[in-house]
């Protein structure tokens, strides 16, 4: 991610994982900590492009990773560590949560600066 929080990608095609999720009211116990482990790890995997990430007072949040294929996106799913933190998440982080994978095949933007 860059400092403006926006992803510097590629011209498409490439691949967008979707993850939108509300977390639990619970404290941080070690979100925080293992979310950056999370962007990190996925920075050193082959195939990773970059990541958008917000979360709202309310707990909602959207992360957006960015990947060059779908085989990038399986071994990413697959990874150990990555796959601990999804069962964590599911014990004590989140309440709900909607993931969606989807092909960009077009994209463009503006900056007024």
């Known amino acids: 991610m860059s400092a403006s929080g926006f992803a510097r990608l590629p011209k498409p095609p490439y691949y967008a994982v979707i993850f ?48 060059e294929s779908e085989d990038a996106i399986r071994a990413w799913r697959q990874h150990a560590e990555h796959t601990a933190a999804r069962e964590q998440g599911r014990r004590d982080w989140y309440r709900h949560f909607e993931l969606r994978i989807a092909k960009v095949e077009r994209a463009y933007g503006w900056n007024k600066d």
């Open 20 to 67: 939108s999720s509300q977390r639990t009211d619970q404290d941080d116990e070690g979100y925080g900590a293992t979310a950056q482990r999370m962007v990190e790890l996925a920075q050193q995997q082959p195939g990773y492009l970059g990541v958008e990430s917000t979360r709202g007072a309310d707990g909602f949040g959207i992360t957006v990773a960015y990947w």
